[in-house]
């Protein structure tokens, strides 16, 4: 028998797999923020909220995951492995000298967040700083990216500039010779740049907000 304790534990599994919080979970699936709140699961008098059969859709397309994932998630038979990943401040991932040439983090003095394994997947995390991609990603916001990912159009990417210059927008088309970027902020203009200016692009994987 499904209870309402499991129900919304998967939610908030669903929400930690995709390095999120409940919260953060809630707005990637356009609902309101404080929609899986702790306070909303249960009234006022003491009777129990469930969450509706729409907005559980709803984060499930959010996070591409099936049904038979968010099954998994209601009894899940061990936890998922970790791993620590380095994560690097906005200003640092502007510093060439602090990457190696694939676009990961050098050595090992980096602080680190702990994130569900990816497997051979390489992932270091980025602190957003500013708000130059509101309202997708707002300052403090981590971004789980992967540098050796493939990318498509359609993908929002991290992109760093051999000037230094660090940027994150959605990948609109990619030539031999340039690559076309759409701005996440509609007050910020969108970017055709050469190949040759760019020291690498990483998928962004997950946020955690």
Do not use: C
Not at 16 to 23: H, K, T, V
Not at 173 to 200: F, G, K, M
């Amino acid at each position: 028998m499904l209870t309402h304790t499991q129900i919304w534990a998967a939610i908030d599994r669903l929400a930690e797999a995709n390095g999120m919080s409940a919260s953060g979970l809630a707005r990637r699936a356009g609902l309101d923020a404080t929609s899986f709140n702790k306070s909303k699961r249960v009234a006022s008098d003491g009777r129990e909220r469930w969450p509706s059969s729409e907005s559980i859709a709803k984060i499930l397309a959010a996070t591409g995951t099936d049904l038979r994932g968010f099954v998994d998630l209601v009894e899940p038979s061990a936890p998922p492995p970790r791993m620590a990943v380095p994560l690097v401040g906005w200003a640092q991932a502007g510093s060439g000298g602090l990457f190696t040439e694939d676009g990961m983090p050098a050595g090992s003095g980096w602080e680190e967040i702990a994130f569900p394994d990816a497997g051979p997947d390489k992932l270091f995390a980025v602190e957003v700083s500013g708000d130059s991609m509101e309202p997708l990603y707002r300052d403090g916001d981590i971004l789980i990216v992967s540098p050796d990912a493939g990318i498509r159009r359609g993908d929002r990417v991290v992109v760093r500039l051999h000037n230094g210059e660090v940027m994150a927008k959605e990948l609109e088309r990619q030539t031999l010779r340039n690559v076309e970027l759409r701005s996440l902020n509609s007050a910020h203009p969108s970017r055709t740049i050469p190949v040759a200016d760019i020291s690498w692009i990483a998928r962004i994987m997950w946020v955690r907000q």
